[in-house]
């Protein structure tokens, strides 16, 4: 993309979306890290990525604002206004993205606090999944590659997969011992908030697309999550 | 006013121009056809002495609507501009090859009066261009040349009904005698319009109206543009995107005297086709 007339557009337009990618880079992280504090059973990383979670908000605040500002001043047309319109889109999905990693952490306080049950290895497998794709979404924000968007589009799906088998796995450990249910049902919401990501994922991924392309993606894309229609394991049988 | 011509045929400007499409000169980047299609122009050249200023145009413009030319100085935009109502005949040296079919009338023909024309077809002024007339003599002036009035109540009529249309009739009405001059620049503009108007033509040409206005003024002659498109085929050159993209249904990016992309205004400044549309728009050095 050769440079606009006017210097400074060019370093509004650079500086949105450098803050973007920082934006996708702390999100990665707290994402990560709350998954290790799961992982771990560590309370006091859980604490701190609620805690961080402040900073993602704030950025989001500062692309908001940045947006607002092109928007006003630069009166952006064509791939400008994409761009423009894209990060605002990304930033949000970013900010929920954010919010469902301090979500996990405040569900982790209570998850230590019973014993290991089944389904939490592949809880946090599920968890490394959606951090991988988190960043690999942000790479292909980084490069604006296409190609590597709709993989990432497409791959969604081997997350709705784990959804599904965890959903089965606590269900299960549910009806043997009820004792475990207050972890078990915190499980439960953070495999559907790890769902969610992976469909965040996605439209970033759509987001990135229409940057470059210039058109939305209009095929349905691949969907895999049976959740909502699973019934605790006796009722397979009726 | 006679009607010089009048079947208006379905015309596919696909149809005109599938090799230059092949050859990728030209993007058409939606259905560029109309049922309304005002002007058809194929293979439009201008030469200023042995200079070619525009090379083998193939258009079409819809009537009822707002067309709008943008591109770079010395693109083309206004030499075809003029093109519409012969205006490039009145310099010296100029010359106009290819055809221009305005209701599938040739327009160049021998048998069009370019007067009668450019009564027909309208135009309007970067510069505010008032007779040192009254206001109401401005307006009267086309519709007494041309015999369109038979009794001074009629022509009072005209006179009210142009600047109604013109939008200036409640800012005037009171001072219909004073100068043309003495009003301010975006009154004058209007009153411009208003004259073109009063000789009721189908088409209004516009070379950069509102760059000499305020924004107020430039708001006021927008609107006044946006309600006479539903009467007029109004044909538009500007410098100013973001006025282009308010007011336009159809833009038109010329550069270095070819058509490059043509296309829904919406279309071209969210999506277009080419790079340099996109250098151009995006204000890139390409």
């Not at chain 1, 946090?124 to 296409?146: H, Q, S």
């Not at chain 2, 085929?233 to 038109?252: N, P, Y």
């Amino acid at each position: 993309m050769s440079d606009h007339i006017v210097k400074s557009f060019d370093d509004d337009m650079k500086a949105l979306s450098e803050e973007l990618s920082r934006m996708g880079k702390l999100v990665r992280d707290q994402l990560g890290s709350a998954i290790d504090a799961l992982e771990q059973r560590n309370v006091q990383l859980a604490k701190r990525v609620r805690k961080n979670d402040k900073q993602v908000d704030a950025i989001n605040a500062d692309i908001e604002e940045r947006v607002m500002t092109i928007l006003a001043l630069r009166n952006p047309v064509a791939v400008d206004l994409r761009e423009t319109i894209a990060a605002l889109k990304i930033a949000r999905e970013l900010e929920r993205i954010g919010d469902i990693a301090k979500n996990t952490a405040k569900r982790t306080s209570v998850i230590v606090e019973s014993e290991p049950v089944n389904g939490i290895e592949k809880l946090i497998e599920m968890g490394r999944l959606a951090t991988t794709t988190v960043d690999a979404v942000f790479n292909a924000y980084a490069a604006r590659d296409v190609e590597q968007a709709l993989r990432i589009r497409i791959s969604d799906q081997e997350i709705d997969t784990y959804c599904n088998e965890i959903f089965h796995i606590v269900l299960s450990g549910m009806m043997t011992d009820n004792s475990n249910i207050n972890a078990c049902s915190q499980m439960t919401f953070i495999a559907k908030n790890l769902e969610r990501v992976g469909d965040q994922v996605t439209n970033i991924a759509e987001a990135i697309h229409y940057v470059v392309t210039g058109d939305h993606i209009e095929a349905r894309r691949p969907k895999n999550d049976k959740t909502s229609s699973t019934a605790v394991p006796e009722a397979d049988n009726d | 006013m006679t009607q010089l011509l009048t079947s208006t045929n379905k015309v596919s400007y696909r149809a005109l121009t599938p090799e230059l499409e092949l050859m990728g000169q030209v993007n058409v980047t939606t259905e560029t056809e109309f049922d309304n299609a005002k002007f058809t122009c194929r293979d439009v050249r201008v030469h200023y002495g042995s200079l070619e200023a525009l090379h083998g145009i193939d258009m079409n413009i819809q009537d009822n609507g707002v067309t709008a030319l943008i591109g770079p100085s010395g693109c083309g935009k206004s030499s075809f501009l003029r093109v519409f109502n012969r205006m490039n005949d009145t310099i010296t040296g100029a010359r106009v090859s290819g055809e221009v079919l305005m209701d599938g009338q040739d327009i160049y023909s021998n048998d069009i009066d370019p007067v009668l024309l450019r009564a027909r077809v309208g135009m309007v002024f970067q510069k505010p261009n008032p007779f040192p007339k009254s206001i109401y003599d401005n307006v009267a002036y086309g519709p007494r040349i041309h015999g369109l009035a038979e009794t001074r109540v009629e022509l009072d009529g005209i006179v009210e009904t142009s600047l109604r249309k013109g939008g200036l009739w409640e800012e005037v009405k009171d001072r219909l005698d004073d100068p043309g001059t003495g009003l301010s620049g975006g009154q004058q503009q209007r009153l411009v319009i208003a004259r073109a108007i009063a000789v009721d033509p189908e088409v209004i040409l516009m070379d950069e109206p509102a760059s000499a206005l305020d924004p107020i003024a430039t708001a006021k002659l927008e609107v006044l543009i946006d309600e006479l498109k539903e009467n007029y085929c109004i044909v538009i050159v500007t410098h100013s995107m973001a006025q282009a993209a308010r007011i336009s249904q159809k833009t038109a990016f010329f550069h270095m005297g070819d058509l490059v992309e043509y296309g829904e205004t919406a279309k071209i400044f969210s999506n277009p086709e080419d790079k340099r549309t996109q250098d151009y728009i995006t204000g890139r050095t390409g």
